[in-house]
């Protein structure tokens, strides 16, 4: 066998994640390594974790990525805050409620079932009666941004409710941060993850989380040691400094993906020229552009519109039509990626990320003609130039 250097065709990303990274933080990542000790490193981490706080808009003093991709940073959040026969609720509306309800159970601790049906957002009031008949609980974990199902659940008020009952609150923010508004000390979430590959549009392979002082508590007393040694807080935070004190004493816990931070630090850069608001309605105008465009060729979204998310389209697969062979065809000849559907959505939907740098508008126009060719390969009348114009116009209106 031959072996040579791997040089990938560029892609467009529009999937579930990962999203386009752009030029400034793929450069990022070729700069010259150094130590994770050394000084100039350490100052690098000190603006990481600022950044990151900007990012979550808290103060949390443990605030920082964990270096390993977002399920880490779940799994991260439950084996620091759960102890062994503990109780847990767990919302799950999705592929990743699930994902939750799997690692609570493997801390050792019993998870409480919120059940909502796929495409729907977490039910509020049988949030509150399981509280209600859950007086023991200590958590309530959400999903922000379901990204297997395009759905958005009001955490704001599921931390409220958490909160009502002395139950910490557990969000999952992967697909929500930089993309939709998610606001740590606003809403009192005591412990939320993110990832990088999403909304902020880094490279995969590191997970932002941010604990409040009630969970910080949590974790520095814990009956148990945490089962992890590697992901276990009350070791990390000797690296990553558990105050916001610049510059502070670090010692080795394990060695930093020293790289992926450099790209980390320029997607947050990005994002902090950018400015919060500004990100949030980019993907909100991207979206709706999309949502014309797709629906003047005829395709319809699966969620309803009050709880849909902008960065993630689950839009339902016509009649007659083979999902699979029309991704196919995105990407052979259009180098466009987009996600297929997942558990109960399988077959049944394809998945659009408008994620980061992927929610513009040359993305937006460049996949309605790509879907209308594909859509007509495969037998069904649209009508191109209609969609692109349709979509056109909604980036007109919002130039003014
Ligand atoms: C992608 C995703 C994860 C998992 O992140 P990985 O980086 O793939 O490990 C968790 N939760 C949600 C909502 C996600 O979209």
Request: hydrophobic residues 40%; contains cysteine.
């Amino acid at each position: 066998m031959a072996f040579s250097t791997f040089y990938p065709q560029p892609r467009m990303l529009m999937g579930p994640g990962p999203s386009d990274v752009s030029a400034r933080v793929l450069s990022a990542l070729a700069r010259p390594t150094i130590g994770h000790l050394d000084p100039e490193f350490i100052g690098l981490m000190d603006q990481i974790k600022q950044l990151l706080q900007y990012a979550f808009q808290t103060s949390n003093a443990l605030t920082l990525p964990v270096s390993a991709p977002g399920s880490a940073g779940m799994e991260t959040v439950f084996v620091n805050l759960i102890e062994p026969g503990d109780q847990v609720i767990v919302c799950r509306n999705g592929a990743f409620g699930e994902r939750m309800r799997e690692n609570v159970i493997r801390c050792g601790a019993q998870a409480v079932m919120v059940d909502s049906p796929w495409g729907e957002a977490v039910c509020l009031d049988l949030l509150e009666q399981t509280l209600k008949d859950h007086p023991d609980a200590v958590a309530v974990a959400a999903v922000h941004a379901e990204t297997s199902t395009g759905v958005c659940s009001d955490v704001e008020a599921i931390a409220r409710l958490a909160r009502e009952y002395q139950c910490l609150s557990i969000i999952d923010a992967v697909t929500s941060l930089g993309g939709i508004p998610v606001k740590v000390d606003e809403w009192g979430i005591d412990a939320i993850y993110s990832g990088t590959q999403k909304c902020l549009s880094c490279v995969p392979g590191l997970s932002p989380v941010s604990f409040s002082d009630t969970a910080v508590q949590r974790i520095t007393s814990r009956e148990h040691p945490v089962q992890s040694w590697f992901l276990d807080l009350n070791l990390v935070i000797g690296y990553w400094g558990k105050d916001d004190q610049k510059g502070g004493k670090r010692s080795y816990h394990h060695t930093a993906p020293v790289n992926d931070l450099y790209a980390l630090h320029e997607a947050l850069l990005m994002l902090n020229e950018e400015t919060l608001p500004v990100a949030w309605q980019r993907h909100q105008l991207n979206h709706e552009a999309l949502r014309v465009g797709l629906e003047t060729l005829g395709l319809s979204f699966t969620v309803s519109a009050d709880i849909r998310l902008p960065q993630l389209n689950a839009v339902s697969i016509p009649e007659g039509i083979d999902e699979a062979s029309l991704r196919e065809q995105l990407l052979k000849k259009w180098q466009i990626e987009i996600g297929a559907g997942l558990g109960s959505f399988a077959g049944k939907v394809w998945r659009i990320g408008l994620m980061g740098q992927s929610a513009c508008q040359s993305n937006v126009l460049t996949l309605l003609a790509a879907m209308a060719s594909c859509l007509t390969t495969q037998g069904l009348n649209v009508d191109s130039q209609a969609a692109i114009k349709a979509a056109s116009q909604v980036y007109e209106v919002a130039a003014g």
